[in-house]
């Protein structure tokens, strides 16, 4: 059994240690004074505006750096956030998510959070938070090259890496890279993870500020063990715990072989489980018509200018999405018992594979009525999609495959007006798909926010309607559609609208917002591969809170809370109550170069019959009989700092699954069905900037 005093030993020498080496990096700091120095880096409070500092180091030798970024369909640059106390902004994963027990498995959010695409969509979101993407692209503007370096090494082996590279080749053209791996063997059987995310960007301007060229290139490879969860949740139980399974890696599971998972990175080897690879390569063009200006700094210095009054913009972009599944020693009565598949024997191999190649095009025209404001603008456009999927013809022995073909053509169109005065900032936008695979699709979306007052805050304001075609894995042409139980259902068109509104007080550190969606044809699954849609409308209101609350002497209490609540009969469970809070210091201790953040931090969520998982499929399910509930609130410990531009985070993690009495981290949630959480976790993370 495990020694509860050995435990306690050991998280209070980490502490002690940290707290050292934290004392060692201030003495340093303050001696060295062609160190990097923050511009703007003190901690603020709560970010509610989605940023926070920007970068702006300082030398002995007087030279300094300045860099923003943008996204691409924003030409709004923005500085670099520097909040402290939330790990999870550097991780990937919000804190409303949950996983199945190990980093890097597949996530649900607490939070009813339907798919909001209109067109095609190939259905696989269980890994998406894993994923880098087009759409959170940076494309950087700096003076100077800057990289960052990130490592974090957590109980297990487990690892996370991030390395970024940005510099600028001349004035006018910038270039990035970034590299992310996730490993991590997990604390239970068959649920390993291991990956690798890639993306390089490019942003040229021409001198003459006319046209501009965006590259973005991005490669997911995303593989996970498969479990099925647990055999038997009573092996979690001290007062009857079979001999070795205190040992968690001990413990049977419903799918795969009996063996812990691989600790090193470079040769994983997942022989049950998920392998998601994904790549995007995408150029954009725009030529920019309008007039010319300049500022006449000195008699030596001319600063160009140009205000574009209409814009010509195309985008090409190729999208290969490959799905795989694989047992090297599938179970007979497991697949039988859960998705009806017979296999030929026994013990057998069992694969299961779908191939996406999406090539779209789009020709898009700007014009801006206020020549000096570019981030007002009416955008009209018209888009050429392309799709080639790659099926199994027979799941059951994998004899040969076969593919299908389709278009779509669509229109769109979006309106932006973030005014000079920043008092208002309109978003309206929207497509229609004319014809095609998903002809009929579209999607309309308003916001409008407005600065009331520097006293009073932000108010927002906005709806949106959505009309799409349901995922393609209810197709019965994908390789994941498994439901031959009855006759395949004619699936109608998914309409969801949300009616959405915000109030933010950065003053009062207080944002407060809800939502109110109205679902109907609300496609789903209902068993671990029988798929239904409801055909009854239902309604569901979420309402957020966040706060930061002074104690005194830098010490706080923030708080996040949900309320949800559905109405009608529809196929949706959610926790009428899930929240996170965090007591800590945040300050500097008197320290002049040092930030830092510490405390404990809770999450907790009331009891719901939370969705099943389908290892096969990749896919969460929906269950109306268990009720799923923690034993404990999830329990962290954290200690964040930073000195100018090195962090490091040390965090003990699931301090609620001690077991006084058994002497060891025993009780583990269980936030999905047969799925726990693992028992107490030591993380240690630095994130490092480096300017050249």
Known sequence: MFNNRSYVLRICNIFIGTLLLLTCFVNTAKAQNNLFQKAQGRFSGMSMSGGGDSIAHRTGLEDSIT????????????????????????????????????????????????????????GFHAYDVYNLTVSDARFYNTTRPYAEINYMLGSRSEQFIRLMHTQNRGPNWNMAFEYRLINSPGAFQNQNTNHNNYRFTSWYKTKDLRYQNFIVIVGNKLRSGENGGIKDNSYLSSDSLPAGYDERANIPTKVGPDQPGSRNFFSTVIPTGTA??????????????????????????????????LRLEHTIGLSTYHYRFQDVAADANYYKNYYGINLRQAVDTFRNREHWKDLTNDFSIYTFPDAKNPQQFLKLGASFQSLKGEFLDSIYYNDSAFSKNYYNFFVHGEYRNRTRNQKWDIEALGNFYVGGFNAGDYNAYISLQRLISRQIGYLELGFQNTNRTPSYVFNTNSSYYLDTTSSPINFKKENTSILFASFTQPKLRLKLSG??????????????????????????LQVQAEKIFKIGGG????????????????????????????????????????????????????????????????????????????????????????????????????LNALDVTAGGFTKNNVPTLDYPYPGLQIRVGIFWSFVD
Request: no cysteine.
């Open 67 to 122: 860099i923003r970024f943008r996204f691409l369909d924003t030409a709004r640059l923005r500085n670099f956030d520097s909040v402290l106390y939330d790990f999870t902004q550097k991780i990937p994963g919000p804190w409303h998510h949950i996983s199945l027990g190990n980093f890097g498995t597949a996530t649900r959010s607490l939070l009813f959070n339907p798919e909001m695409i209109a067109g095609w969509d190939h």
């Open 555 to 654: 010490w706080n209490w923030k708080t996040w809370i949900v309320l949800q609540q559905r109405l009608g009969d529809g196929p949706v469970n959610v926790p009428l109550l899930s929240t996170r809070n965090q007591i800590g210091y945040d300050g500097n201790l008197g320290f002049k170069n040092l930030r830092i953040s510490f405390g404990a931090e809770l999450r907790y969520f009331t009891d719901y019959k939370a969705p099943n998982y389908s290892p096969l499929l990749g896919q969460y399910t929906y269950q109306n009989e268990s009720n799923v509930s923690l034993r404990r609130p999830d329990i962290n410990g954290y200690l964040h700092f930073r000195i100018k531009s090195f962090s490091a985070y040390v965090r003990a993690e699931n």
């Open 276 to 309: 998601y690879t994904n790549a995007t390569y995408m150029m954009r063009q725009q030529y920019d018509v309008g007039q010319k200006d300049s500022i006449v700094v000195n008699d030596s210095t001319v600063i160009p200018l140009f205000y574009p009054r």
């Open 515 to 540: 939502k109110y969606f109205v679902v109907t044809n609300y496609a789903y699954y209902k068993s671990y591969f029988e798929v239904d849609q409801a055909r009854t409308l239902f309604n569901l």
